[in-house]
T-cell receptor
Framework: AQKVTQAQTEISVVEKEDVTLDCVYETRDTTYYLFWYKQPPSGELVFLIRRNSFDEQNEISGRYSWNFQKSTSSFNFTITASQVVDSAVYFCALSEEEGGSEKLVFGKGTKLTVNP | GAVVSQHPSRVICKSGTSVKIECRSLDFQATTMFWYRQFPKQSLMLMATSNEGSKATYEQGVEKDKFLINHASLTLSTLTVTSAHPEDSSFYIC?????????FGPGTRLLVL
């Protein structure tokens, strides 16, 4: 069965610090997708990134970067020079195809608090 | 873009009444939409997969007669919580698939008194 583990329940940093959110996944599929979503206090889930299982290149988008390593089944997310607006719950998710629809399996989320 | 809206954003109702929540994909068509429930400080729990023009597929433990789903068009899915009770109070979030990515609505906070 597919599973996503976000071992860090809560992280608290001071503004401008770098922070890495860990995500480890389990799947038997050879083709799959990994995602990160941000959920600010307002509740809406904001899509951040999608990575397919055949693309292990790391990606950088502004202050955000992602490190995908199939060898360790990890898809970690780093925020550089964190800001107060980065405070949110971050979810890592894995897609599985079941019955023709792509379901998402979510981790339990990591609550990030960035203090001024 | 990929914008998904939900209406209403919050609703308070009396026990025993039914509540309908709408999920719309505003700038794309979605043959598949998903309905999730989220309890405070917890992750999202998939309730059902809604496919346009066919019956929804419910996850184990979700009562299909309690949570009615209708996906009448490629841009609209509705979730009706029938005969709501206080234990149905929760945050309900929908998503719509565009390619391999699910885009989420802003959620609906339901409080049943």
């Amino acid at each position: 069965a597919q599973k996503v583990t976000q071992a860090q329940t809560e992280i608290s940093v001071v503004e401008k610090e770098d922070v890495t959110l860990d995500c480890v996944y389990e799947t038997r599929d050879t083709t799959y997708y990994l995602f990160w979503y941000k959920q600010p206090p307002s509740g809406e889930l904001v899509f951040l990134i999608r990575r397919n299982s055949f693309d292990e290149q790391n990606e950088i988008s502004g202050r955000y970067s992602w490190n995908f390593q199939k060898s360790t089944s990890s898809f970690n997310f780093t925020i550089t020079a964190s800001q107060v607006v980065d405070s949110a719950v971050y979810f890592c998710a894995l897609s599985e195809e079941e019955g023709g629809s792509e379901k998402l399996v979510f981790g339990k989320g990591t609550k990030l608090t960035v203090n001024p | 873009g990929a914008v998904v809206s939900q209406h209403p954003s919050r609703v308070i109702c009396k026990s025993g009444t039914s509540v309908k929540i709408e999920c719309r994909s505003l700038d794309f068509q979605a043959t598949t939409m998903f309905w999730y429930r989220q309890f405070p400080k917890q992750s999202l729990m998939l309730m059902a997969t809604s496919n346009e023009g066919s019956k929804a597929t419910y996850e184990q433990g979700v009562e299909k007669d309690k949570f009615l789903i209708n996906h009448a068009s490629l841009t609209l899915s509705t979730l009706t919580v029938t005969s709501a009770h206080p234990e149905d109070s929760s945050f309900y979030i929908c998503s719509a698939s565009k390619g391999e990515t699910q885009y989420f609505g802003p959620g609906t906070r339901l409080l049943v008194l």
